[in-house]
């Protein structure tokens, strides 16, 4: 469930700059993610959507019509009634 990662993302696959890391950790380790802050707190996007219980198509779908990312995030999502 793990693989090798590069402690810095800049330098080599050399034994100082890498340890395992599960697929959760090297996703929110890439350089093109967006951090947001919320409350204080700022994390990527994809763990706010998981935080919040909204998909990311959601989030994008809202940035588009206008909102900001923290309303697109921070927004309850309408229910359906029957």
Same mark, same amino acid.
């Given at each position: 469930?793990?693989?090798?990662?590069?402690?810095?993302?800049?330098?080599n696959?050399?034994?100082?700059n890498?340890?395992? @890391?599960?697929?959760?950790?090297?996703?929110?380790?890439?350089?093109?993610? *967006? $951090?947001?802050? #919320?409350?204080?707190?700022?994390?990527?996007? @994809?763990?706010?959507?998981?935080?919040?219980?909204?998909?990311?198509?959601? *989030? $994008?779908?809202? #940035?588009?019509?206008?909102?900001?990312?923290?309303?697109?995030?921070?927004?309850?999502?309408?229910?359906?009634?029957?």
């Amino acid at each position: 469930g793990h693989s090798i990662e590069r402690k810095n993302g800049l330098g080599n696959y050399e034994p100082g700059n890498c340890v395992w @890391a599960d697929d959760l950790t090297q996703a929110a380790n890439r350089s093109n993610n *967006v $951090n947001v802050t #919320i409350d204080g707190q700022t994390r990527i996007v @994809a763990e706010w959507c998981r935080i919040y219980g909204i998909s990311r198509f959601t *989030v $994008n779908s809202r #940035i588009r019509s206008g909102m900001s990312t923290v309303e697109a995030i921070t927004t309850p999502l309408l229910r359906k009634k029957k």
